[in-house]
């Protein structure tokens, strides 16, 4: 398609199988592995969904890929106050020149932290190469909000190494190979993405599926190019839902619904969605599909590509790029 110049289609019909993918762990002689109190993910838009997907299942009860030990993102410079000997620090970019990133490896260094890292190349690379610092390199040319089946299993690789999730983790992967497939998916998301013509789109989910509404509204940022939000039930029941008492704006509520939700919070997805629609407002719901919690992700977030990519098609919008983003780092660079 003439929009679609960097064929980002193919890139998500590849999605899924990024999962399996061969990927070289480097310097898996130095990795030490001992007993950690928890483990801290630092990275940046993209390069942080991987944990967070890794949280998703174990707040799914997917033991398979449950971490033994606390674990969660750490989304800026330096390290988080309680960083300590006992933290093992994953460092994910998948530029390898992310500054925030490097910023915490840095600091991680000087605190004789264990660190493993992900990145295609640059500039954490070179540190991780030079420092024997335990490591998976992914491959490099894509967008890193659509390298996340890399990230996924080179993180599950990284865990499995330390004994933080169990092996079983590896083969479940293997054995998942070909059960989403996202060109059985595109249909369905290019017909659903036709009810938001110029809407704002809010997305909401259990608590359990935050991970992937989070997500969804990240790839309507940078694939539609337009602004869109994100919440979680039960919280948003507190408070947020009173903002919706009037129609102020063009918005379009996505609920994900998921079977595997709790009975109540069933139950208070279906009743926002109809206080929500009596104030005016639209209200659409996406039916969670999978027969596990590791289905239910991939298939949750293939959706979430292919609306967001055909909705940039709608507007005549270039779903690769996020040239924001890019002026943003030029002009922060400047001296």
């Known amino acids: 398609m003439e929009t679609d110049k960097s064929n980002l289609r193919r890139v998500i019909l ?21 007993r950690f109190d928890k483990v801290i993910f630092c990275g940046m838009g993209g390069s942080a969904l991987a944990g967070d997907l890794l949280a998703n299942l174990k707040l799914k009860k997917m033991t398979d890929f449950s971490m033994s ?32 990133t490097i910023s915490a490896f840095n600091e991680a260094r000087k605190k004789g932290m264990e660190i493993a890292g992900i990145a295609s190349g640059g500039e954490l690379e070179e540190l991780f190469e030079r420092n024997k610092i335990p490591w ?21 690789k990284i865990l499995v190494g330390y004994g933080i999730i169990p092996q079983s983790s590896q083969e479940k992967l293997r054995l998942f190979n070909g ?5 059985s998916i595109e249909n369905e998301a290019k017909m659903f993405c036709q009810k938001l013509n110029h809407k704002i789109p809010i997305i909401y989910s ?14 309507f940022n940078e694939n539609s190019k337009i602004p869109a939000f994100w919440n979680s039930l039960p919280e948003m029941n507190h408070n947020e839902m009173a903002g919706w008492t009037k129609n102020l704006g063009p918005f379009s509520f996505i609920l994900l619904k998921d079977k595997t939700d709790l009975p109540r919070i ?21 039916e969670i599909k999978g027969r596990d919690p ?42």
């Open 14 to 34: 590849n999605s899924v199988a990024q999962t399996q993918a061969d990927l070289h762990f480097s310097n898996q002689l130095f990795l030490k592995r001992r």
């Open 69 to 100: 030990v606390p674990a969660w993102t750490h989304r800026s410079y330096g390290l988080p106050a309680d960083c300590a000997e006992n933290t093992l620090l994953i460092c994910v970019s998948y530029s390898g020149n992310t500054e925030e």
């Open 136 to 156: 998976v390199k992914i491959p490099s040319g894509i967008p890193p909000r659509c390298a996340l089946g890399y990230q996924f299993a080179a993180l599950v």
């Open 179 to 183: 059960q989403i497939d996202p060109a």
């Open 206 to 219: 259990s608590e359990e599926n935050k991970t992937l509404a989070r997500i969804i509204k990240i790839k």
């Open 266 to 286: 069933q139950k208070r997805i279906e009743l926002t969605a109809k206080l929500i629609k009596k104030s005016g407002l639209e209200v659409e719901f996406v």
């Open 294 to 335: 590791l289905e239910r992700m991939f298939w949750t977030l293939a959706f979430g590509d292919w609306i967001s990519y055909h909705l940039a098609l709608f507007y005549g919008v270039d779903p690769t790029p996020v040239e924001m983003v890019e002026e943003f780092k030029k002009q922060l660079d400047w001296k």
